[in-house]
Nanobody, 117 residues
C-alpha cells in the first residue's frame, strides 16, 4: 500500500516562504515515472490542484500562484517539492500531494500552511 507523506508546513507571515516535501512509503512507488501534483484545501472550500509536474518534468500551476509557487522533483530522493514564495493569507490551507489525476487511496494527512501576521 502506498502512503504519501507531506511535510514542511507551518505558520508564516505574509510575504514569507515555505518549502513543502512529499515522499512515498510502503509499496515501492517511483515518483519519477508519475505525474504528480500538489493540492490544497482551505476551510469551507473544495480541494484544488495547485501545481503539477509530469513524468517528463513539464510543470503547470493555477493562475493565483504563478510566479510564486514552483513544483519540482528530485528523482534520486523520490521526493516532490513545492517551493512557495510571497505567501498570502489566501494561501492558508492544508496541502496534499497525490498523483494526477488523484487517487482516493493515496491521500495522506497533508501539511497545514497558515499565512498570518
Amino acid at each position: 500500500q502506498v502512503q504519501l507523506v507531506e511535510s514542511g508546513g507551518g505558520l508564516v507571515q505574509p510575504g514569507g516562504s515555505l518549502r513543502l516535501s512529499c515522499g512515498a512509503s510502503g509499496t515501492i512507488f517511483n515518483i519519477s515515472i508519475r505525474a504528480m501534483g500538489w493540492y490544497r484545501q482551505a476551510p469551507g472550500k473544495q480541494r484544488e490542484l495547485v501545481a503539477g509536474i509530469t513524468s517528463s518534468g513539464i510543470t503547470r500551476s493555477i493562475e493565483s500562484v504563478k510566479g510564486r509557487f514552483t513544483i519540482s522533483r528530485d528523482n534520486a530522493k523520490n521526493t516532490v517539492y513545492l517551493q512557495m514564495n510571497s505567501l498570502k493569507p489566501e494561501d492558508t490551507a492544508v496541502y496534499y500531494c497525490n498523483v494526477q489525476p488523484p487517487r482516493l487511496d493515496y491521500w495522506g494527512q497533508g501539511t497545514q500552511v497558515t499565512v498570518s501576521s
